[in-house]
C-alpha cells in the first residue's frame, strides 16, 4: 500500500529542500543500522528455509488481499479524476493508472518520477494539463490520510495501550485524542458542500470533492490500509500475537517512514520499522514473512504490469483487444521507456544480490564435473560487473537510445550465461531472458540513434547506482560475517570458496563506480566543439536574399546547420551544444511553412536525444512555442529605428547634427564598398579589427554573432569611415529584402573621434532612407525591459538583477543606452526551450554556441563598446 508514495506534491526550496534531503538521509540510515542490528544473529540460510516452508493457504491469502488492495488504489485515481475532470477521464484509463503508477512507484520509489510520469502521460492524453493532474495526485494522497487519520482514531479509542509511545499518557487523554480527531473529520465532512470547491491553505489552492466523494475516498482508503496491511499480516508466524490498533498503526508508519528515506521500495527502512514496532528482532521467520510480502505486494504488481504493457507492444494482441481496454493501455505505451529503464535496472539488481550470496553447493558440485574453475570464477566476477552495466545503461534507455537497447539486450543474454555458468542460477537466468524478451517487444520505443555516452549518467541516478552497490556489499558482509578476513582470501580460488568470490566482486564493482564517477566528472555534459566552417548551399543563400528580416544573414556565417522545408523555401538554421540544438530565430522562409518546420525541427532533437531550443523568437510566433508546451524566458528588447520619420531637423537631433559636422571637420568621410570590392581592403579592415579587438580585450563570437572571416566579410557591402585616406572604422551590412537595413561586425580604432560611431550610424540610416528601406535594425540590448515587479518570475528576477548590477561583467545599461538615444521602436525577443531544470543547462548552452563559454563572455564584455551589436543568452 503505497498511498503515501505521492504525497510530496510539491518539494519546498531552498534551505527547507536541504533538509527534507537530510531528514531522508538520517532516517534511512538510522533505520538501516537498526535493521542490521536486530537480524545480525540470523543465519540467511534460516530466512531461505522459513521462506519456503510457509503456507499455500497464507500465500493465496496474500495475492488476494494484495489483488483487493490494487483494485482500491485504481479506485484512487477513478474518483479522484470523476472530481477533478467530470466526464473527460474514463474509469479504465484512470484505474489503469492508478494501479500501474502505484505498481511502479512501489517497487521503484521516486514516486514522481515513476507514478508521477505514468499519470502525466495517461491524463495528459486525455486532456488534462499538469495543474489538472496534480489535484488528481493531491486527492489520493488526501484520501489516504483522511483513512489513516480514522485509523489512528478508532486505535485510540478501543486500544490505546496498543499504540507505540501512547501508552506513557494516561488512556482516558488517549480516547479523548481519538475522539476529537473523529469529531475533526465528521466535521469537514459536514461543512463540505453538496458540490465540489476550495480551500486556500498556506498559499495552496486545494480542490475539495463534494461530499459523497470524501466520504467514498474514505471508505477506499480504509479499505486500502486493511487489505495492504492483511497482506502481511497473514503471511507472519502464528504465534505472534499482535492486537489489530497496534499492527494497522505500525504497518502505516513504517510506510510513511519509507516514504520519508526516499529509499526505493522503502526497502530496509519498513522492515526495520516493521520488526522494531512489533518487537520482533532476531526471528528469522518474521523475516521471511516480510522478505515474501515484499515479493507479492511489491514484485507481483510489477511484473503484472510489466508483462501486460509488454503483451500490448504486440500487435497481434492488440488487435484482439477490446476497444475500451485498449484505450488505456495505448495511454500507457508513451512511458515504455521509463517502465523498461526500471525493469533492466532491476535486473542489473538481481545479478548483483546474485553475486553477494552463497551459491547453492549441489549446483556448485554439479558443475565440478562440467565445467573448469576458472570458467566459474570468471562468470561469477563477470556476473557483478554485467549487473553494474545494467545499471548503467538504464539510464540510455530513458532516454531512448538505440544503442542502449542494444547493448541491453547483450548484456542480459551475458549475464543469464554467466549465471548459470557460475552455479547454474536459472531462477534468475529466467528472469534475464524475460526481461529480454520484454525489452525486443518494446524495440520500437528506442528510435533514437544517439550514441551511449555515459558521461550524461545524472549524478542522482549515478548515487541511486552507488546506494545499490553499498547495499549488495552489506549484504555479502552479512552472508560471510563470520569469515575472518584476511589478503590471501583474494587470491583463492576453490569450488568452496563463495567468500573469495564475493570479495572480488565487491572490489571490482568499488573500482568500476569509482571509475564512472571519475569519468562522469572529467567528461561534463554541456560545451562542445565548435563545428567547422562550411560551405553555405546556393539555395539557403537565396532565402535568405529574399528574406525581410535582416538576422537572417548571419547563416552565410558558415558556422551552422540548416533544416530545409520540402519546398526548400523556408530554413531553420541552427548550432549543437550540450544536449540541445539551439535554433537561431524563428523560420526564414515562406510564413505558411514555419508551424511544420517547427515541429520538424523538435523531432530532428527528439530522434538524437536532444532538446530543440529556440533562441532568439519574435513575440508574433510565440503562441506555437506556447502550443510545444516550451517555457519562454525574454531575452531583452531589439531596437529598430523608423528610417522614414528619420531626420537630422529640430532639437532632439541636435547630438546628431553635431556628430555629423564634427566628423566632416575632423577630415573623416563615410563611404560603402561594394562587395566584390571588399576583398581588395581586407587587409586595411583586418587592421581594424585586431587593433579593436586588443584594445577591448575581446575575442570572436559566433552563432548569433558575425566575427572577422574574409569569406563572411566578402558577401556583403562594407560601410566604412576614412580618415586621411586610412579606413578607421567599418561595418558590414545587412538587407533585408528592400524593408530593412542593419550591421553586424562594426570595429573601429579609438582615438580618432569621439563621436566617430555616432556618425558612422547617422550616416547609414541616411544611406538607408536614401535606398527606400523602412527600418534600420540596431539589434538586441539584453536584459533590456525585463519586468520589474515583486510577483514576476525567478528569471525576470535574476535577469532585472544582472541588468541593474552586472555592468562590471557586461555594459548591459550602456548599450540600451546608447541605442536609446536615436528613439527607436523596441521589441522583445524570447528564448523558448523546455522547462523546469533544463533551462540553466539551456542557458549554459545557448553560451557556449555564442561566447565559448560564461569566462569568455564576461572576459570579452566587460570593456565593450556601447557602439557594438550585441546579444547575450
Known sequence: MSNTDDMAVAEPKGLRSHAGKVLAIAVAAVALVTLHQMISGIDPSDIQRQAFTLSPHAILAAILATSASFVALGLYDVIASRSVAPGRVTWQIAALSGMAGYAFSNLLGFHLLTGGAIRFRTYSRSGLDAGEIGQIVLLTWLAIWLAFAVMVAMALIFDPAG?????????????????????????????????????????????????????????????????????????????????????????????????ISHVPGGIGVFEATVIAGLGLAGRADVLAALVVYRLIYYGLPFIVAAILLAAFESRYFVSRLPTRLSAPLRSLKTVMPLITSAIVFMSGIVLLLSGATPGIPARLDALEDVLPLSLVESSHFLGSLLGLALLIVAYGLRRRLFHAWAISMSLLVMGALASMAKGIDWEEAMVLGATALFLFLCRDAFYRRAPLDVSRVSWRWLGLIGLVVAATTWLGYFSYRDVEYSNQLFWQFEWSGDATRI???????????????????????????????????????????????????????????????????????????????????????????????????????????????????????????????????????????????????????????????????????????????????????????????????????????????????????????????????????????????????????????????????????????????????????????????????????????????????????????????????????????????????????????????????????????????????
Open 503 to 873: 570479495l572480488r566482486a565487491t572490489i571490482g564493482l568499488a573500482i568500476g563506480v569509482f571509475v564512472l564517477a571519475m569519468y562522469r566528472l572529467i567528461h561534463q555534459p554541456g560545451g562542445g566543439k565548435v563545428r567547422a566552417k562550411t560551405e553555405v548551399h546556393a539555395d539557403i543563400a537565396d532565402i535568405v536574399a529574399q528574406s525581410p528580416d535582416t538576422q537572417a544573414n548571419i547563416a552565410l556565417l558558415g558556422d551552422k546547420e540548416f533544416l530545409l522545408s520540402p519546398s526548400e523555401k523556408t530554413f531553420i538554421m541552427y548550432g549543437r551544444a550540450g544536449n540541445s540544438l539551439v535554433s537561431l530565430g524563428d523560420p526564414i522562409g515562406n510564413p505558411a511553412e514555419a508551424n511544420e518546420l517547427v515541429w520538424r525541427f523538435r523531432e530532428v532533437a527528439d530522434k538524437q536525444a536532444k532538446r530543440a531550443v529556440f533562441y532568439g523568437v519574435q513575440p508574433e510566433n510565440l503562441p506555437l512555442y506556447l502550443d510545444m508546451g516550451y517555457s519562454l524566458l525574454k531575452l531583452g528588447e531589439v531596437a529598430r529605428v523608423n528610417l522614414q520619420t528619420f531626420n537630422l531637423e529640430g532639437q532632439k537631433n541636435q547630438e546628431f547634427r553635431y556628430a555629423d559636422r564634427r566628423v566632416t571637420r575632423e577630415e573623416i568621410v563615410f563611404e560603402i564598398i561594394p562587395a566584390v570590392q571588399v576583398p581588395s581592403v581586407m587587409a586595411e579592415l583586418r587592421d581594424v579589427s585586431d587593433t579593436w579587438l586588443k584594445e577591448k580585450n575581446g575575442s570572436e563570437k559566433g552563432f548569433s554573432l558575425g566575427h572577422f572571416d574574409p569569406d563572411y566579410l566578402a558577401r556583403f557591402d562594407c560601410a566604412v569611415m576614412k580618415q586621411h585616406g586610412r579606413i578607421v572604422a567599418f561595418a558590414n551590412i545587412w538587407r533585408g529584402g528592400g524593408v530593412e537595413l542593419s550591421v553586424d561586425l562594426m570595429r573601429y580604432k579609438s582615438g580618432v573621434s569621439k563621436v566617430l560611431m555616432d556618425a558612422l550610424f547617422v550616416r547609414l540610416f541616411l544611406y538607408g532612407k536614401e535606398q527606400g528601406y523602412t527600418w534600420f535594425n540596431l539589434g538586441a540590448a539584453p536584459l533590456s525591459g525585463i519586468p520589474d515587479h515583486s510577483l514576476a518570475s525567478r528569471w525576470s528576477r535574476l535577469a532585472r538583477l544582472a541588468f541593474r548590477y552586472g555592468d562590471e561583467f557586461y555594459n548591459f545599461g550602456g548599450l540600451r543606452a546608447f541605442k536609446q538615444k536615436f528613439s527607436p521602436v523596441w521589441t522583445p525577443h524570447y528564448l523558448a526551450c523546455p522547462g523546469g531544470f533544463n533551462i540553466p543547462q539551456v542557458l549554459l548552452d545557448v553560451n557556449f554556441l555564442v561566447s565559448g563559454g560564461l569566462g569568455r563572455l564576461i572576459g570579452a564584455n566587460s570593456n565593450k563598446a556601447p557602439g557594438q551589436k550585441s546579444e547575450a543568452a
Open 163 to 259: 499504540i507505540p509511545l501512547m501508552d506513557l499518557i494516561h488512556p482516558a487523554a488517549d480516547r479523548l485524542l481519538g475522539v476529537a480527531i473523529l469529531l475533526g473529520l465528521i466535521f469537514a465532512i459536514v461543512r463540505a458542500r453538496a458540490h465540489a470547491s476550495t480551500i486556500n491553505l498556506f498559499g495552496w489552492t486545494i480542490p475539495l470533492p463534494q461530499r459523497n466523494m470524501i466520504l467514498l475516498q474514505l471508505l477506499v482508503g480504509t479499505f486500502d490500509i486493511v487489505a495492504s496491511a492483511a497482506t502481511l499480516y497473514v503471511l507472519l508466524p502464528a504465534d505472534v500475537s499482535v492486537g489489530p490498533a497496534l499492527f494497522l498503526t505500525v504497518y502505516a508508519t513504517a510506510l510513511v517512514v519509507g516514504a
